[in-house]
């Protein structure tokens, strides 16, 4: 089993940018395929990146592809997400999550444990 702690959330001016962070617990955090996700107020929570056990793929939606970039720390049992260019529309809680799955993607089903959540806002 992994616990997922994210941090980095804040408010933030249109443009701006932020980099968020999720330590997890365990020895196998190598294991697992990682990803973020967001929800907004009223709205489903909806997929932002993923990266594979190793780092070496990644994934994105396509409202936050060349503004958004997944990373991973295998040595600090951390991922990553650095977020530029802000928009008011990415307002969210953002959540990270962890796979056992080899690829999950953008598949909310296929992630198997979730961190509570960090608020990021932006404000024009």
């Known amino acids: 089993q992994v616990q997922l702690v994210e941090s980095g959330g804040g408010l933030v001016q249109a443009g701006g940018s932020l980099r968020l962070s999720c330590a997890a617990s365990?020895?196998?955090?190598?294991?697992?395929?990682m990803g973020w996700f967001r929800q907004a107020p009223g709205k489903e929570r909806e997929f932002v990146a993923a990266i594979s056990r190793g780092g070496g793929n990644t994934y994105y939606t396509g409202s936050v592809k060349g503004r958004f970039t997944i990373s991973r720390d295998n040595a600090k049992n951390t991922i990553y997400l650095q977020m530029n260019s802000l928009k008011d529309e990415d307002t969210a809680v953002y959540y990270c999550a962890a796979a056992t799955t080899a690829i999950p993607k953008g598949d909310r089903n296929k992630y198997d444990y979730w961190g509570q959540g960090t608020q990021v806002t932006v404000s024009s």
């Open positions: 365990g020895r196998t955090f190598s294991s697992y395929a």
